[in-house]
Each structure stands twice: as structure tokens, then as C-alpha cells.
């Protein structure tokens, strides 16, 4: 079945730093590639997507690029801020059909020192 | 209201309890979808409807678990004779329609059963 593995966490890094997250699937077909965001008390939200293979996802200087080769959507940002604390999602989620649901990884908790 | 909203936040139950839990999408919006997320994981697709129609509950872990939207709009989630695995927190998303629609989360019901 679908699987999206994320790396182990959790990821602490000063103010400013370059941030990483990785993320791989595991899909029959083109899925579309999502990264949610769940800040502290608050629920899940999309911070990003690519619907196919070379689109690159942007939001709040955050990036993450759809590699069909590597099956990968790893997230980027140059520069971290301690308001970008928070817990973070690689999730799939199939084309076509009625059936649209999301299949997340496990997540990653990243804390930004000042 | 803008967002989805659940109720209630937090519920605990005694072991063999029925619960009920209240999901309130975006109006307007046609799918609403169930998720599961137990403490350190990703969320876990429950089910799925679109309008009134139930057209996918292969996650539902087991019979005690039902779920329904007869007018289309407000969801509920039971679980009938609650069990210790059963805890958790679940999480209610909305999409305007379509398998490309951002489904928009709400902040969760934690589930405790003592």
C-alpha cells in the first residue's frame, strides 16, 4: 500500500539556521505531494504542495521539490525562525477517484532556539 | 465560524463507554473525511464522505466504530464500547469538493479511555 517515511526527529536547530526535513513515498501512480504544519495548540495545516513530478512547493520561505525519481519531497528553508517551531507532515494523497484521503508520515518535531 | 470546528476538545471515558464526536466542517464544503492520530504518529484515514454519502470507511478499525452526515453538512463520529486503543486524537478535515482540494483540518477531539 501507500507509504510516506519521514526522518527520525526530533530536530533541534539555532535561529537562522539551513533546515532539512526528508521525506520519501511509496505510491502506485502520480500521487500529489503535500507538507502540513501543526503549530502548538493549533490543527493541522497545509503549508505547501506539488501535484506532479519537478513542480516545487513555496510558502512562508519554505520550499520542497517532487522528485519522481527519487520518490522524494524532501523541505527546505534557509533560514529558520523560532516561530517555525512546530510539528511537521509529509503526507500523499492519490489522484482520480472519490476517495482523496491523505496518507501522512509520521512526523517531525522541530524546535528553533533564539 | 471560518474554520472546521470539533467538539468537544477533550473527553475522557471509562472503558465500555459509548462516545460521540462532533465535527462542524467549512460551510459549503462537500467531503469531509475522519482521521486518527495516536500520540507520536501521523493521522490514519478513518472515512470519508462526500455530501451525505459514505463512499469509503475501509479505515475504520473495527465494528464499534461509526460514523454519519445524514443532512451533509455535520458530522458525527461514535465509538461504541470504548477500549484502551481506542485513545487518541481525532481529527476532521473538509474540502470544497474534487480529489485536488485542500482539505482544511480541525483542531481535534483528544480521546482518553481509562
Known amino acids: 500500500g501507500d507509504s510516506v517515511t519521514q526522518m527520525e526527529g526530533p530536530v533541534t536547530l539555532s535561529e537562522e539556521a539551513f533546515l532539512t526535513i526528508n521525506c520519501t513515498y511509496t505510491?502506485?501512480?502520480?500521487?500529489?505531494l503535500f507538507w502540513y504544519v501543526q503549530y502548538p495548540g493549533e490543527g493541522l495545516q497545509l503549508l505547501l504542495k506539488a501535484t506532479k513530478a519537478d513542480d516545487k512547493g513555496s510558502n512562508k520561505g519554505f520550499e520542497a521539490t517532487y522528485r519522481k525519481e527519487t520518490t522524494s519531497f524532501h523541505l527546505e528553508k534557509g533560514s529558520v525562525q523560532v516561530s517555525d517551531s512546530a510539528v511537521y507532515f509529509c503526507a500523499l494523497k492519490k489522484r482520480g477517484g472519490a476517495n482523496s484521503k491523505l496518507t501522512f508520515g509520521k512526523g517531525i518535531t522541530l524546535s528553533v532556539r533564539p | 465560524g471560518a474554520g472546521v470546528s470539533q467538539s468537544p476538545r477533550y473527553k475522557v471515558a471509562k472503558r465500555g463507554q459509548d462516545v460521540a464526536l462532533r465535527c462542524d466542517p467549512i460551510?459549503?464544503?462537500?467531503?469531509l473525511f475522519w482521521y486518527q492520530q495516536a500520540l507520536g504518529q501521523g493521522p490514519e484515514f478513518l472515512t470519508y464522505f462526500q455530501n451525505e454519502a459514505q463512499l469509503d470507511k475501509s479505515g475504520l478499525p473495527s465494528d464499534r466504530f461509526f460514523a454519519e452526515r445524514p443532512e451533509g453538512s455535520v458530522s458525527t463520529l461514535k465509538i461504541q464500547r470504548t477500549q484502551q486503543e481506542d485513545s487518541a486524537v481525532y481529527l476532521c478535515?473538509?474540502?470544497?469538493?474534487?480529489?485536488?482540494?485542500?482539505?482544511?483540518f480541525g483542531p481535534g477531539t483528544r480521546l482518553t479511555v481509562l
Open positions: 460551510s459549503g464544503h462537500v467531503s
Open positions: 478535515a473538509s474540502s470544497l469538493a474534487g480529489a485536488t482540494d485542500t482539505q482544511y
Open positions: 505510491a502506485t501512480g502520480y500521487p500529489s
